[in-house]
């Protein structure tokens, strides 16, 4: 059932964009996935309220973690880890956060280089 949005998602995408190599075979398939479509995505995240701001709320605060330490390391070059209650998880490891140097077949020339969104 989880993969019933991504399908719907997929196939809309092909139909539009590269209808030529699905043909006439997309249109049956398309109605038939919009239907179940229509009871699961609603549920995909959440079936009240309150949980969808929850799984809502773990999707995002990584990523607008992330940018809020990638700005303050943008606009200030001695930047240091701030301990904002929100962040703080995320902002005690950003210097650790450049790309893997460990790897011998990594061959980025600036691995010391800091990961930026």
């Known amino acids: ?3 019933v949005p991504d ?4 196939l809309k995408y092909d139909m539009l964009h ?3 190599f699905v043909g006439e075979f997309a249109e049956p398939l398309f109605d038939k996935i919009s239907v179940i479509s229509g009871v699961v995505s609603p549920l995909e995240f959440g079936a009240d309220p309150k949980t969808k701001i929850d799984i809502g709320l773990c999707i995002a605060r990584p990523l607008l973690a992330k940018i809020h330490t ?3 390391w943008w606009f200030s070059p ?3 880890s701030t301990s904002h209650p929100d962040f703080e998880d995320e902002n005690e490891d ?3 956060k450049g790309l ?3 790897n011998p077949l990594n061959q980025v020339k600036s691995s010391w280089r800091h990961v930026r969104t």
Request: hydrophobic share 35%; proline share 0%.
């Open 7 to 10: 399908i719907y998602d997929m």
């Open 100 to 102: 893997d140097i460990s």
């Open 18 to 20: 590269n209808n030529e």
């Open 1 to 3: 059932m989880s993969k």
């Open 70 to 72: 990638d700005l303050l």
């Open 94 to 96: 950003w210097q650790e």
């Open 78 to 80: 001695n930047f240091q």
